[in-house]
């Protein structure tokens, strides 16, 4: 058994031996879980309110609203700038033929 070849001599001291044993392990066990512990509140501290999350959450939501406004305003310019040069190329070319008929 753990622990028991230093107190061989007797059943006793081998035995309380063991006992020391585990009792050393379950005291490092409770000192690995307070420092988790530890680590998940110095954490926590860093996390924003329930209110805080619900704000920015919400902003999220607006802004990802106005960004999908935005995305249709530019396919909307995008396809009016291409209407305005195909209608600007189309006076070119009638100015062209004025010219050259007249």
Avoid: C, M, W
């Amino acid at each position: 058994a753990p622990g028991s070849h230093l107190n061989s001599s007797s059943g006793i001291n081998a035995e309380y031996g063991e006992e020391g044993e585990s009792k050393k392990i379950h005291e490092e066990n409770v000192v690995k879980l307070l420092e988790a512990i530890s680590t998940g509140l110095s954490r926590a501290k860093l996390l924003p309110s329930v209110r805080d999350y619900n704000e920015l959450k919400e902003d999220l939501e607006f802004k990802s609203s106005e960004a999908g406004r935005a995305q249709e305003t530019l396919k909307t310019l995008e396809t009016d700038k291409e209407k305005l040069k195909s209608d600007f190329t189309k006076l070119e070319q009638l100015e062209s033929k004025i010219n050259t008929d007249g």
